[in-house]
């Protein structure tokens, strides 16, 4: 049978065919993406492609489209698909069943459950916070909040009683959708407890859905409580999608910000769809057949986009993991990988680093043969996080795409393609056709010469960029648009070389002016991370009577006798010295056994910067800490810097 190959129309396949592309996405953009919107499913096409003005800020895409991002995610596979899988679930415990769901059955239990959220009052610009493990009824969820126009705000299932309540306040939510527990690891996470004790603070939520996982004890709240399986039971298995303005907003994810409460970012239906769709056929080159795993958590932005929409718009086959790397050992993810032949393998540095310093018969003795395809998200990947990964899990044929991007941008901006454009190691190399990214100095001076560093900036807006922050516009414009004059700016320090490659150095805001001197932490930390002997690393600044700053290193070693940490201080000053400069030597050295992490896996920083200053008491809110036990052991083996 002859598949549905309108998306494959806007596949790139040759470095040519990229040129090409992008030089048409820079001299007429708004044909350009119109061309790429065609693939997709309207009700009513737009009236005009692109109107904006960053000085308000405000962008607006396929102004008077009309749509359902759903209809493109599920309705439109029907007929050529309908029997492929479309999630594969991959349950925490190996043992247990896999779950496989095909476009037939998920268009189905989307549209039930979409009857079920009518039924208890929820429509169009309604807010629902979807509190779940990673189940295939949290990407259900998602989809139905999208088919009645409801505005879903997914919250990280990890995140505290406080986390979830703010959140749900911030944009007012009047439903929540949670499980009884969730199963991570040897972990199980009492959801519906901690979301009962949010809720004690969330006036807004009428009605509470719960989805019987673990089957643990729940305390219930009569009129309010309801469990998914009785409400789904005899809910209609159609219904009809709700027709959506192109900018109607779609979904609200929290990102933290360096101060304040989260940011709720606000993407909208059309750029939303298009971009994701449209990044996630180049980047990965994905081919019917291929089964397509992202590892993580819906939770987070990468999630939404390239495990729920952008995969399903493109008709793929996505895997789900409810669990985590480390259970039942840390072979876990090539063990995934081998068993469901997986093809495509996007994961975060962070994930690679922690599991390289495991014993490499642990990936060897899988079969990743299967594998065509490996990805990179989340935070600049060093160089020997790289080796690694190309080497022993793509065993040197699997090109591996370093994907920059933000909550904010929601799609990728720049990554090379798959096997398209070329690679080079922790360069995530072009931007995407579309982005006009370039570098700026601390004036806000374009840098044009061919290489160049300096802050990077978007000069021109893309389909998917997020709206505003829920209720604070004003944050918005002064975040993301009041650094450089009519420029998104991201917030992301970069690199140019010869070739137009841009290699993402790290935040910014991670600058520290030492004797005068402004260094990068990121790099710093690359340096001290190609040591044989260290596992990771963090740089910050503290106050320093004559440098104004100094540096203090944090770092995790593969050994931890008091003997061989002494030598490698001095190593590890010495490489410091060779790669950067001896100006950008650590002036203090502490060993640690880990590193304060978010759940997204991002390094927290204040606390180290606050613990090297000194001022260990006000560490501030540390509850969203994947690790917060580490905070005092940290604090106790302080080096004394006063
Ligand atoms: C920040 C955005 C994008 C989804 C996951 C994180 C850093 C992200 C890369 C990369 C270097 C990266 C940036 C960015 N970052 N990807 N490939 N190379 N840095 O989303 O939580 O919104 O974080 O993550 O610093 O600004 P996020």
Not at 138 to 166: D, K, N, P
Not at 309 to 325: D, K, N, R
Request: aromatic content about 10%.
């Amino acid at each position: 049978m002859k598949r549905e190959r309108k998306l494959d129309k806007m596949v790139i396949t040759s470095e040519a065919q990229y040129k090409e592309a992008y030089k048409k996405s820079v001299e007429d953009p708004q044909a350009f993406w119109a061309g790429i919107a065609e693939n997709f499913q309207w009700h009513k096409k737009w009236d005009r492609v692109l109107s904006y003005d960053w000085s308000v800020p405000e962008t607006k895409w396929f102004e008077g489209g009309k749509l359902n991002i759903t209809e493109n995610c599920l309705d439109r596979h029907l007929k050529e698909r309908g029997q492929q899988t479309a999630i594969i679930w991959e349950p925490n415990d190996p043992g247990d069943d896999v779950r496989k769901i095909t476009y037939a059955e998920l268009h189905e239990y989307v549209c039930r459950f979409a009857n079920v959220l009518k039924d208890n009052g929820i429509g169009k610009g309604d807010r629902v916070c979807i509190y779940m493990p990673m189940l295939i009824e949290l990407t259900v969820a998602v989809l139905a909040c999208a088919r009645v126009g409801a505005i879903h705000s997914v919250v990280f299932a990890g995140f505290s009683a406080r986390s979830l309540a703010t959140r749900i306040n911030d944009s007012q939510c009047k439903m929540l959708i949670t499980a009884d527990g969730g199963f991570r690891g040897t972990k199980n996470i009492p959801l519906k407890e901690i979301a009962d004790e949010a809720l004690d603070h969330c006036p807004s939520v009428e009605n509470v859905i719960i989805y019987k996982n673990t089957g643990q004890s729940i305390e219930w709240v009569s009129e309010r409580d309801h469990w998914w399986h009785l409400e789904t039971r005899n809910a209609s298995p159609e219904f009809t999608a709700e027709v959506m303005d192109a900018e109607d907003p779609l979904f609200i994810l929290y990102t933290s910000g360096s101060t304040g409460n989260p940011k709720g970012m606000v993407h909208s239906c059309a750029g939303y769809m298009v971009y994701t769709t449209y990044t996630f056929k180049n980047v990965f080159q994905y081919k019917d057949g291929d089964i397509y795993w992202c590892t993580a958590d819906i939770g987070w932005i990468t999630g939404h986009s390239y495990i729920i929409y952008g995969p399903l718009a493109a008709g793929a086959t996505t895997l789900m993991f409810e669990g985590i790397p480390s259970y039942p050992d840390n072979g876990r993810f090539w063990e995934v990988c081998a068993k469901h032949k997986v093809t495509h393998f996007y994961t975060a540095p962070t994930a690679i680093r922690a599991l390289e310093k495991h014993p490499v018969s642990l990936v060897e003795k899988h079969d990743l043969s299967g594998l065509k395809v490996l990805g990179s998200v989340g935070e600049p990947i060093n160089r020997e996080a790289w080796m690694w990964y190309s080497k022993h899990i793509g065993k040197d044929k699997c090109p591996v795409v370093d994907t920059w991007w933000q909550t904010e941008t929601g799609g990728i901006l720049i990554s090379s393609l798959a096997g398209v454009t070329r690679q080079k190691a922790t360069f995530a190399t072009l931007p995407m056709p579309g982005i006009q990214a370039i570098l700026l100095d601390n004036e806000g001076k374009e840098l044009k010469s061919d290489t160049a560093e300096g802050t990077l900036a978007i000069k021109y807006p893309w389909p998917s960029i997020a709206r505003t922050i829920y209720g604070d516009h004003d944050r918005y414009k002064k975040v993301y648009f009041s650094a450089f004059k009519d420029h998104y700016f991201p917030g992301d320090g970069a690199l140019k070389d010869e070739e137009g490659n841009y290699r993402i150095t790290g935040r910014v805001d991670d600058v520290v002016i030492v004797s005068g001197h402004n260094l990068g932490t990121a790099p710093i930390e690359n340096a001290i991370n190609e040591h044989e002997m260290v596992v990771e690393s963090a740089v910050v600044g503290y106050p320093h009577p004559i440098k104004g700053n100094a540096l203090y290193a944090y770092v995790i070693t593969y050994s931890n006798t008091e003997e061989a940490n002494q030598k490698l201080e001095d190593e590890i000053k010495g490489l410091v010295a060779r790669t950067i400069g001896a100006i950008a030597k650590p002036e203090e050295i502490q060993f640690v056994p880990g590193l304060p992490k978010t759940r997204s896996g991002k390094i927290m920083r204040r606390i180290l910067r606050k613990v090297a200053s000194g001022e260990c008491e006000n560490l501030g809110d540390t509850s969203t800490l994947l690790n917060p036990d580490i905070v005092n052991e940290i604090i106790s083996g302080k080096v004394n810097t006063n």
